[in-house]
C-alpha cells in the first residue's frame, strides 16, 4: 500500500530536521572550540546557519546555556579614534534565547542580562547610520555616535520589534519587560513595562495579549490609543 503524501512529508520534515539539530551540535562544539571569546559558557547552541564572524569574537561575551538562531548576525567593531573604547562589545548572560534571523549590531556596547529572549526578525542596533549632510552620500558619512542598550533579566521582545539607541546615552529596559511585536523601542522604560508601538510606550498587559492575540489570528495589528 503506498503511503500517502502527509506521511511522506512528515517523514522528509523529520529527517531535516535530525539534519539540523545534529548539525548545529557539532558547528556550536566548533565555535566554542576554536572561537576566542571573551568569553564563553556551557552548553552553547548556534545554529550552523548563524554568522558571528570568528574574527568578531573577542568582543563578544556569551554565558551558560545561550541559544542562537537560524541566520542571526552579530556585527561589531572597534573604533579606533575612540579613545577608551570598549574591548567587550556584546554581552549574552546565562539562559539567554536569540529566534532566527535577528540582527544584533553594536557599536559601543549591547548587554542582555540573564533570560532575556529575542523572538524572530529582532533588531538590536546601538548606533544608526549619519545622514545629516545633504552635500555627501548617506555612504560616506559613516555612524552615528549612538550609546548604550541594556536588556534587563527576563525581557522579552517580540516579532520584528526594534531596540534602537542612534544617540549618545543609554535605552535600558528595566527586568521583565515585554515588547509587543513590531515595537521600536529607542529610550529606557522602567521594569515590568510593557511597550508598543513606534515609538514604543508603556500600555496595561491586556494590550500586549490582544496585539499578539490578532497576530497570530493572522489579523491587522492595531494601534493602540494611549
Known sequence: MLRSSHHIYAGVADHEGFVSRVLTKLY????GVTYPFAGAGR???LHYASEISRSLAPYIRVGNRVEIG????????????????????????????????CTITA???????RDVVLESDVLVMDHSHAYEDVSSPISLQGTTPGGIIR???????????AILCSNKGEVVLGANCVVAPGAV???????????VGNPARAVQKSVISTVNARRSAGMPELTPQI
Open 28 to 31: 556550536s562544539f566548533w565555535v
Open 43 to 45: 552548553k552553547l547552541s
Open 70 to 101: 537560524k541566520h542571526t548576525w552579530f556585527h561589531t567593531w572597534s573604533k579606533l579614534d575612540v579613545e577608551r573604547d570598549r574591548e567587550v562589545k556584546i554581552v549574552l548572560e546565562d539562559d539567554c534565547r536569540i529566534g532566527p534571523r
Open 107 to 113: 557599536g559601543n556596547f549591547i548587554h542582555f542580562e
Open 151 to 161: 536588556l534587563g533579566e527576563g525581557c522579552r521582545i517580540g516579532p520584528r520589534a
Open 185 to 195: 523601542v529607542t529610550r529606557s522604560f522602567p521594569a515590568n513595562s510593557s511597550l
